[in-house]
């Protein structure tokens, strides 16, 4: 219940701030308006139509070494949706499938998460347990061998993928955020330096949690070292940090020796984007919370669309991206 209120509170607050900022030209304002008075129903037909309209002809393919160029460079100013798992693709979460539609739409950015088999494979799969899958559904994927998940099947019948099966589909179209659930990065680094670009792909990492956190998530922690390590034998890698507060970045930076090219912050505030602007990073945010509540959480989407965010992470990318372009001063 508390996180109803929440999430009300949000969206009440989101009215607010568009009554007295940016919000008060009379034809923004009608916009803002007409949208969550009719929910996301127009824009979500839009986005329905573009999927459908892409499946016969696809939309001109983007360059992941354009989107490379702009998250590298900290003066460049766009918005990029990023399909959480490749959710609302018309296929499937983490399949073969959801990247060919991602391609097909011409989105930038897709993350995905990455587990090993027991014989250390790198799989695309987001829960340990086997649970989306039609003829495993007990144990966790560690606990089989990548022979033995060859017989896994989606529930649109395609084996369970491969890291580098959904990467020759989305090489030089689509940007991978790899979302690490166990220690593979270097793994995946050195096979993305022999067989790859570093162009494709995102390391997503997380700043240890503190001390004093109720529950760390551990699988997602890193050794930051090992990182620094790593980042200086391929200078080209880009990272994204996940980051409690600003002090983490400076934190990260002094063990680094290097900035990450993102962040990934709990919803930022305008204040919070011109600070992590002027040291000169990007700014990831989620949507997936807001998500959840409808109406309640869309009021409080549309205001974080207004800002200079770098990226929004959703399970609505053809929606997202369709209000991205009504109300974002840099949609892609």
């Known amino acids: 219940m508390s996180s109803i209120i929440k999430a009300f509170c949000w969206a009440f607050l989101g009215f607010l701030s568009a009554s007295h900022t940016g919000w008060g030209a009379k034809n923004s304002e009608g916009q803002f308006f007409e949208a969550l008075e009719n929910g996301e129903g127009q824009i979500q037909a839009a986005a329905q139509d573009s999927l459908q309209k892409a499946s016969l002809n696809p939309i001109s393919l983007p360059d992941t070494k354009d989107t490379a160029r702009c998250i590298r460079d900290p003066r460049c100013r766009r918005l990029f949706v990023v399909a959480h798992r490749g959710f609302g ?19 930038k950015v897709m993350e995905i998460d990455l587990r090993a088999s027991q014989d250390g494979q790198v799989y695309v799969i987001c829960h340990s347990e086997m649970k989306n899958t039609t003829s495993i559904k007990k144990g966790k994927i560690g606990n089989y061998s990548s022979a033995t998940l060859e017989n896994a099947h989606l529930k649109n019948g395609e084996s369970l993928p491969k890291f580098q099966d959904i990467y020759a589909i989305t090489r030089g179209r689509v940007v991978l955020d790899l979302h690490f659930k166990e220690d593979l990065i270097e793994k995946v680094a050195d096979w993305i330096h022999e067989n790859g670009s570093f162009d494709d792909v995102i390391f997503f990492v997380q700043f240890p949690a503190p001390e004093n956190a109720k529950s760390p998530k551990k699988d997602r922690q890193i050794d930051m070292r090992n ?6 034998k391929y200078p080209e890698m880009m990272v994204l940090l996940r980051i409690h507060d600003v002090g983490d970045l400076i ?18 505030s305008s204040d919070l984007l011109d600070v992590l602007h002027a040291l000169e990073v990007k700014v990831f945010a989620n949507v997936l919370f807001e998500e959840h509540f409808g109406f309640l959480g869309h009021g409080q989407i549309l205001k974080l669309l207004r800002t200079d965010v770098d990226f929004v992470q959703t399970d609505h990318p053809l929606t997202r991206r369709e209000e991205s372009r009504r109300f974002s001063p840099y949609a892609d």
């Open 89 to 107: 693709l018309g296929a499937p979460e983490s399949s073969r499938g959801a990247a060919q539609g991602a391609v097909r739409m011409g989105l």
């Open 227 to 232: 990182l620094a390590r790593l980042k200086k």
């Open 251 to 268: 934190r990260a930076k002094a063990v680094w020796g290097f900035k990450p090219e993102i962040v990934h912050t709990d919803y930022p």
